[in-house]
């Protein structure tokens, strides 16, 4: 590999656990692509929760992954490491990364990389990674859902939300959401959902029990959890999926085992950082080959709510925790 690059790069690491002030930029050591991985020059970062709960100290990196936030970039292959062959120097990429991307330089297994989608800009490629890896392997693989089948999306106007309503309705489902507002809301039927519930205003059980002719919905895809588990298994239809992926409302919960009988339902989830490079490869796979064509064809992309220059991390991460955006903050590196 070459080394005409900078030892040292701008990042924005997490000065002590806490609120969004202790993001700081910090002068650290530019890594080294290991044999397999790429080195990343960094365009933009995509903002997730899960970068929230990193900073707040709930939330640490997996053993030996940098202490830097970040689960997805885009940018250029500033280098190759040993065994890399798909990508040559100055090839425009988008990654899922395990931590690390809140940085100008990054690396990546090259398993995790994937192209930057013809009709797409470097800042709304950063927004792919995190959020197409976790809606493709929860609602698609572990959720099963299949064309003609319908989809509740809780959270429907978040990172993750704004991308599994436009990639379940190009996949040929009905796709419903919740949010926390009318604008939100409008945005998620904008996006493709057929029905936006407003859950500060209506009961999403009695509107999707009305709006299905008391069936219910074949998958649900929820971030919230608390009471929202007793609710999400009434408004499943028999052999329905309820997939969990958060719990912003609360991981312990009382559980009345007869629906899940009584309808046959399936309850599972699944946390994405902590799975190894080879699973995360398996995805990236089935995504290039189901998901990629769809962005190529423009059937859909990211919704950018802002964007911000990575030293304004902490503002971003401001915006999220007060649930002020809808779709995905996006961190662009100074050129
Ligand atoms: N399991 C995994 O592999 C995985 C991977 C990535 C992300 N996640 C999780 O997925 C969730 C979404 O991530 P993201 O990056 O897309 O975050 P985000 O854009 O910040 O979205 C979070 C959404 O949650 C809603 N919300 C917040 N508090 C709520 C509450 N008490 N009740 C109902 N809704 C609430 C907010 O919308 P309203 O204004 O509508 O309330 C907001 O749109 C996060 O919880 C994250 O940790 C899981």
Redesign the pocket.
């Known amino acids: 590999m070459t080394t005409l690059f900078p030892e040292t790069m701008t990042a924005v690491e997490i000065a002590a656990p806490g609120g969004p002030e202790v993001l700081r930029p910090a002068r650290r050591p530019r890594p080294q692509p290991g044999p397999g991985e790429v080195l990343i020059q960094v365009v933009a970062a995509g903002v997730?929760?899960?970068d929230t709960?990193q900073r707040q100290g709930k939330y640490a990196p997996p053993p030996g992954v940098s202490d830097i936030p970040g689960l997805e970039i885009s940018g250029t292959v500033a280098a190759c490491g040993e065994g890399v062959e798909r990508w040559q120097i100055g090839d425009r990429l988008c990654a899922l990364v395990a931590g690390g991307g809140y940085a100008e330089y990054c690396v990546a297994p090259v398993v995790q990389c994937l192209p930057v989608p013809g009709p797409l800009s470097l800042v709304e490629a950063a927004a792919l990674p995190?959020?197409l890896f976790?809606v493709w392997t929860?609602v698609f693989e572990r959720g099963r859902l299949v064309a003609g089948e319908s989809l509740l999306v809780?959270?429907?106007?978040?990172?993750?939300?704004t991308t599994a309503i436009p990639l379940a309705t190009a996949r040929g489902a009905l796709v419903f959401a919740?949010?926390?507002?009318r604008e939100?809301c409008a945005a998620c039927e904008r996006l493709g959902a057929v029905r936006a519930i407003d859950?500060r205003q209506e009961d999403f059980v009695a509107v999707l029990r009305d709006l299905t002719q008391e069936r219910g919905v074949d998958v649900i895809l929820d971030?919230?959890g608390g009471d929202y588990l007793t609710r999400n298994l009434e408004v499943l239809a028999v052999e329905g999926r309820l997939v969990q992926?958060?719990f912003?409302?609360g991981a312990r919960v009382e559980l009345d085992l007869y629906p899940i009988m009584q309808k046959r339902l399936t309850l599972t989830?699944?946390?994405?950082?902590p799975r190894t490079i080879a699973a995360k490869g398996a995805i990236a796979q089935a995504l290039e080959r189901e998901v990629w064509p769809l962005l190529e064809a423009g059937r859909f992309k990211p919704l950018i709510h802002a964007t911000y220059p990575l030293e304004q991390a902490a503002e971003a991460h401001r915006v999220?925790e007060a649930?002020e955006?809808i779709g995905?903050l996006v961190l662009v590196v100074p050129s």
């Open positions: 997730n929760r899960p709960l995190e959020t976790t929860n809780h959270g429907g106007a978040s990172g993750i939300g919740t949010a926390g507002s939100k859950y971030m919230v992926i958060a912003l409302k989830g699944s946390t994405l950082r999220m649930s955006h995905k």
